[in-house]
């Protein structure tokens, strides 16, 4: 088991910048990947970013590259998504996901924290 718990989320103007973390705790080794899904109210979850266990290797959407950049520390088994230039359509909850495997769809991904809520004003 893994348990994931988000943090870092708030309400920021257009423009602004937040970093989330996730930290993680239990067996963080037998699903070493990591990445974010946002949620929307009256959408599906949606992959926003995943890095993989060295954080050699990232993956984001294509409507957050450039403006999104995942990182981890595993001395500390924190995952982190700083946000920048955020706009108002980045508006969601915010959920860290665990897998055994580098994937983009929701049902590969094992463990889920509760969800932190960034709201974008314009």
């Known amino acids: 088991q893994v348990q994931l718990v988000e943090s870092g989320g708030g309400l920021v103007q257009a423009g602004g910048s937040l970093k989330l973390s996730c930290a993680a705790s239990g067996r963080t080794f037998s699903s070493a990947i990591r990445a974010w899904f946002r949620q929307a109210p009256g959408k599906e979850r949606e992959f926003v970013a995943a890095?993989?266990?060295?954080?050699?290797?990232?993956d984001y959407a294509d409507s957050v590259k450039g403006r999104f950049t995942i990182s981890r520390d595993n001395a500390k088994n924190t995952v982190y998504l700083q946000m920048n230039s955020l706009k108002p359509e980045d508006s969601a909850n915010y959920y860290c996901?665990?897998?055994?495997?580098?994937?983009?769809?929701?049902?590969?991904?094992?463990?889920w924290g509760q969800g932190t809520q960034v709201t974008v004003s314009s």
């Open positions: 996901a665990a897998a055994i495997s580098f994937a983009r769809t929701v049902a590969e991904y094992d463990y």
């Open positions: 890095i993989s266990w060295a954080g050699v290797r990232t």
